[in-house]
């Protein structure tokens, strides 16, 4: 293990302790609680911007795979710090924490260099990356929005009252979040399987496994947006469409990680 790969895995960690500090909050709202959850995500935040730069000057554009996957987890826990500015979305805190961590745990066992495909320049690999990584990052998005408001809802339904100093987002919002990140991943996302698709074709004409998951995971959230914007789709079933595609999309990112 090189010492960067050490210092990736203290970085998951910290995104880790924040997903269990953020847990503990929800369930014990008042106290020291929600600060030293909002503490312990600041730690992670400061940490991974250096870590990051050490390691795109040690391995350029060979490392530009974990590099971006690193900047993906960094990115969904920085939006979510900078969503509670407006939004009451305290409790989305251990899901946006844990999505990051995820993806930092992804990042890690990212050790293969870039290599460049026959079929792609260089740029175009480039770019096909960054788009389906900032594809799933807005996803990522998306998938917690959708994870908080089948929780509230069934909350809702159950006449449950939320813990004292507990302060619950609206469905509304919930939703509408939802939607701000089908609206911003889809479109790079689509790109990035167009730039992608030279890859898709191997040998004999076969596909890649990981290419017909992606795109049918594209086709979900497609239809979910379509839905949402024509005939105003929204509840239970398009939050678990929005969860089930990004979970499919994780997958993807994890099999292409670990394979040789």
């Known amino acids: 293990m090189r010492p960067l ?48 730069a050490c390691w795109w000057l040690h391995h350029g554009g060979e490392g530009l795979n974990r590099l971006l996957l690193g900047a993906s987890a960094w990115t969904v826990a920085a939006l979510y710090r900078a969503s509670l500015l407006r939004y009451p979305l305290a409790p989305l805190g251990s899901v946006a924490s844990g999505t990051a961590a995820a993806l930092g745990a992804l990042a890690f066992m990212f050790t293969r260099p870039v290599t460049l495909d026959p079929h792609l320049s260089r740029w175009a690999l480039y770019g096909h990356i960054a788009l389906a990584l900032g594809g799933l990052t807005a996803f990522s998005v998306s998938a917690g ?35 701000r990140g089908l609206l911003a991943g889809f479109p ?22 990981s290419y017909v998951v992606s795109a049918g995971a594209w086709l979900v959230y497609g239809g979910v947006l379509q839905a949402r914007l024509t005939a105003g ?23 292409y990680s670990v394979r040789a």
């Open 5 to 52: 790969d050490l210092w990736f895995l203290v970085g998951v960690a910290l995104f880790v302790l924040s997903a269990l500090v953020h847990l503990v909050a929800l369930w014990r709202p008042l106290g020291r609680a929600p600060r030293l959850a909002a503490r312990a995500l600041e730690v992670g935040l400061a940490f991974w911007p250096p870590l990051l």
């Open 145 to 179: 929005a959708s994870g908080l408001y089948l929780w509230v809802e069934r909350r809702l339904k159950s006449k449950r009252r939320p813990a004292p100093g507990t302060r619950l987002p609206s469905l509304a919002t919930l939703d509408a979040l939802c939607l």
């Open 188 to 209: 790079l996302y689509t790109l990035a399987l167009l730039l992608g698709s030279a890859r898709a074709f191997q040998g004999h004409g076969g596909l890649h496994l």
């Open 233 to 255: 789709w929204r509840g239970r079933r398009a939050a678990w469409l929005t969860i089930g595609s990004f979970v499919a999309l994780l997958l993807v990112v994890a099999q």
